[in-house]
Structures are given as C-alpha cells and as structure tokens.
C-alpha cells in the first residue's frame, strides 16, 4: 500500500523558511516522479514543484521559483521542499504526491498524502 | 485566473447524470494525458481518472472521463449524495513547464 507522510509544517514568521519533508513507503521510490502541491484555505490545488526518480529533472511553479528548493533521498524515501522568504500568501496545506508514471517526469499525481499546514504570520 | 477552465459549481439529483468539462490548449490538454481529482471537504485530492479515460481500481465505473482536442469531461452517472465534493482537472502545460489545475468545480447533490 502507497503511504505518503508529510511533515514540518507549523506556523513561520514572514521571511522566514521552512523545510517540509515527505516519507514514502509501498513502492519502489527511486523509480518515481514526487510531485508537491499546495491549497490556501478556501482555494484550489497549486502545484508547487516536480522533481523526477533521479533528481536530474526539477521544476517549479513561478510562484515560488528562487525561493524553494525541491530535493530527494532516495536511500531515504524522502523527498524534501525547503521554502524560504515567506509569505503570508504561502499559507497552505502542502501536500506531497506520487507521480502517476515512472517514465516521464511531466507526469501528473496519483496517489497523496494527507498534507502538512503552513501558516505565515507574525 | 487558473489555466485549466471548469466550471465553478454544478448541481444534480440522485441518480441522474453530469457533466464537468475542462478547458485547455494546445500546450496542455491538446499535447498530455488529462488526470481528475476528488476532493471531499478537509481532505486530501483522490484520483478519480489517470490518463484522460482510466480508472485507477476502487474508482466506481460511474465515473468516466474522456478528452477531445484541447478539451476535457468528467462524467458521473447514476448520482449518489456521498458524489458531493470538489472536482479538479490537470495536466502537464509544456509552454509553463508545469502542472496546470483547473479552478476546482463544487458539486452539489440536491
């Protein structure tokens, strides 16, 4: 069974930074394509940053380009999203997913986890 | 404004059918698989449909989706109240280099 447990979320001052983290588990992690996707309260998903089984694919929203940092450990199982500069705007669950095929790394999600929020203000 | 277009809301009684379309370009749903989501209030997104006409196992085949040109639908028949929830298309958008979301479509089962 797919598990995906996200962590490190918590309440950040503005100009602050955050490193979010990702645990995976019931697949062959390496293989695979992690996706992270955001939603501010009341809002829809953003898709935030993509980062493909080997690292040497890695892409970011416009939106929080020069300030994330998309990673992975794959002897880990762990994908990671280091966020720094904050904003209030930057408030979100931040949800860690799957992508839906080994293959390529413009994939799309297909399974998630539950999130970890993300509350800018002082 | 999302580059994914669908409509805010729809509404349906039990039992019956409907429809969320989905629209794009040619750099997004004209070019890439188009992938569904539900997301029922205060979790997280489930796949509905992957690769614009599949259904991943456990997904009802009430649910069906299908893609022509640079447009996308989202069919649900045979309406039940436990439907109720947000909807959201994406795919890949290859002029952002990206993920593309639609707004989200809130469906209502009177």
């Known amino acids: 069974e797919v598990q995906l447990v996200e962590s490190g979320g918590g309440l950040v001052k503005p100009g602050g930074s955050l490193r979010l983290s990702c645990l995976a588990s019931?697949?062959?992690?390496?293989?695979?394509?992690m996706i992270w996707v955001r939603q501010a309260p009341g809002k829809g998903l953003e898709w935030v940053s993509s980062?493909?089984?080997?690292?040497?694919?890695?892409f970011y929203a416009d939106s929080l380009k020069g300030r994330s940092t998309i990673s992975r450990d794959n002897a880990k199982n762990s994908v990671f999203l280091q966020i720094s500069s904050l904003r209030a705007e930057d408030t979100a669950v931040y949800f860690c997913?799957?992508?839906?095929?080994?293959?390529?790394?413009?994939?799309?999600?297909?399974?998630w986890g539950q999130g970890t929020r993300v509350i800018v203000s002082s | 404004q999302s580059v994914l277009t669908q409509p805010p809301s729809t509404s349906g009684t039990p039992g019956q059918r409907v429809t969320i379309s989905c629209s794009g370009s040619?750099?997004?749903?004209?070019?890439?698989?188009v992938y569904w989501y539900q997301q029922l209030s205060g979790a997280a997104p489930k796949l509905l449909i992957y690769?614009?006409?599949q259904r991943p196992s456990g997904v009802p085949d009430r649910f069906s989706g299908s893609k022509s040109g640079t447009s996308a639908s989202l069919a649900i028949s045979g309406l039940r109240s436990e439907d109720e929830s947000d909807y959201y298309c994406?795919?890949?958008?290859?002029?952002?280099?990206?993920?593309?979301f639609g707004g989200g479509t809130k469906l209502t089962v009177l």
């Open positions: 994406a795919t890949w958008d290859e002029s952002l280099s990206g993920v593309v």
């Open positions: 997913a799957k992508g839906d095929q080994s293959s390529i790394w413009y994939t799309l999600p297909d399974y």
């Open positions: 040619s750099s997004n749903i004209g070019t890439n698989y």
């Open positions: 980062i493909n089984g080997g690292s040497g694919y890695i």
């Open positions: 690769r614009s006409n």
């Open positions: 019931g697949f062959t992690f390496s293989n695979y394509p």
